[in-house]
């Protein structure tokens, strides 16, 4: 299947009839140059969820806001398509932030293994190398905000990476060996969330809209779609385990993610230790019986309706922008992310 922006960007950056203009090849660059350990493991980009989507997203909405009709200090700048080059330039800088998050997160607890997974000299060789690529792309990517030589685009994305950290920290924290998942509740799970997954995209959002001298207001409905629809992408990846007609009985699927905490919301905290315990069998849980508890109840219908709250949200957003091919790709990711059927 195809990666999902191939089905919604427009025809100014998917034609194949013309060479891809200078900006577009930011995405192009993302999609087969990457080295086959990376791309054949899925860890950049699987099939249907494209990794690359956040560096699309700056570039559509770049090019939906254009340029400032009253600040008027930026015209000068190179721009190709409706979109700067500092734009350009901050799409590539919010990948490299987030590829480098995921090769972070490829570290293996040397703990937990087994003599099934392989060496432990292999294993130790391979935390070292993930450690070092990602804190080379972190490295490039400070580099290239520096080169944007604007102050506040530099707060933005270092907050962003800040959020990262935190939100990663809180996603380790909650996991546990003994099943038993924090009783976290629904708005703190979204906060959460947010961290880890939402305020990169938001907040390169903003900096594009500040790149380009937009004002604030302009800047904060950036910053609401950009929010809103990956919070939409998050939700809609938690739900796929649950909705899927061939689901393997040995899949396993994140006991922190949005079904299962509506579903202990509903349920109580006692009851879902209950079905906890009652799913556990030899110290193993068995996912396929526990998954088939949760679609009974109601937690995975309000994910779903949480999932297109927050992509009628970012389709609210995105009316403060005129309308144009961009402002439709746009949508189209949303009603992308939000459709199950």
Same mark, same amino acid.
């Given at each position: ?17 013309? =060479? ?12 087969? =140059? *990457? =080295? @086959? ?75 937990? *293994? ?12 391979? /935390?070292?190398?993930?450690? #070092?690529?990602?804190?080379?792309? #972190? ?5 290239? +905000? ?24 809180? &996603? /380790? ?21 947010? #961290?880890?997954?939402?305020?990169? +995209? ?7 809209? &500040? #790149? ?19 919070? @939409? ?25 949005? =079904? ?10 006692? +009851? ?17 019986? +526990? ?14 309706? *949480? ?16 309308? @144009? &091919?961009?402002?439709?790709?746009? &949508? ?8 199950? @059927?």
């Amino acid at each position: 299947r195809l990666p999902i922006w191939s089905a919604v960007a427009p025809s100014w950056l998917t034609a194949a009839s013309a =060479p891809p203009q200078p900006w577009a090849q930011i995405i192009l660059r993302y999609i087969n =140059p *990457l =080295p @086959s350990l990376l791309v054949g493991r899925g860890l950049v980009h699987d099939s249907w969820n494209s990794l690359q989507l956040r560096g699309l997203v700056v570039l559509l909405i770049s090019k939906a806001a254009g340029p400032s009709s009253v600040n008027t200090s930026c015209q000068n700048y190179d721009m190709v398509s409706g979109i700067y080059s500092c734009q350009r330039s901050l799409a590539e800088i919010t990948e490299l932030i987030h590829t480098a998050l995921l090769v972070h997160r490829g570290i293996v607890n040397l703990n937990e *293994l087994q003599s099934s997974d392989g060496p432990l000299k292999d294993m130790q060789f391979g /935390n070292k190398i993930a450690i #070092l690529s990602g804190d080379f792309l #972190l490295a490039n990517a400070c580099n290239g +905000l520096a080169l944007l030589q604007n102050t506040k685009v530099v707060e933005l994305l270092a907050s962003a990476l800040m959020d990262l950290v935190q939100g990663v920290y809180h &996603e /380790n924290s909650t996991s546990k060996e003994s099943y038993i998942t924090d009783d976290i509740g629904i708005s703190t799970w979204k906060e959460q969330t947010f #961290l880890s997954h939402g305020a990169l +995209l938001a907040k390169s959002c903003q900096a594009a809209m &500040e #790149l380009a001298k937009h004002d604030a207001e302009v800047q904060d409905m950036a910053f609401q779609y950009g929010k809103h629809m990956a919070m @939409s992408h998050k939700i809609n990846s938690d739900v796929q385990p649950f909705i899927k007609e061939k689901t393997s009985d040995s899949m396993t699927f994140n006991l922190n993610s949005a =079904p299962v905490v509506l579903h202990q919301e509903f349920l109580g905290r006692d +009851l879902w230790i209950k079905q906890i315990g009652e799913a556990q069998e030899k110290g193993r849980l068995d996912y396929a019986k +526990l998954r088939e508890r949760i679609k009974a109840g109601k937690g995975v219908t309000s994910a779903i309706d *949480l999932c297109r709250y927050h992509g009628n949200k970012a389709l609210e957003a995105l009316e403060s922008f005129p309308p @144009s &091919e961009a402002r439709s790709a746009l &949508e189209n990711i949303v009603f992308a992310v939000t459709r199950f @059927s």
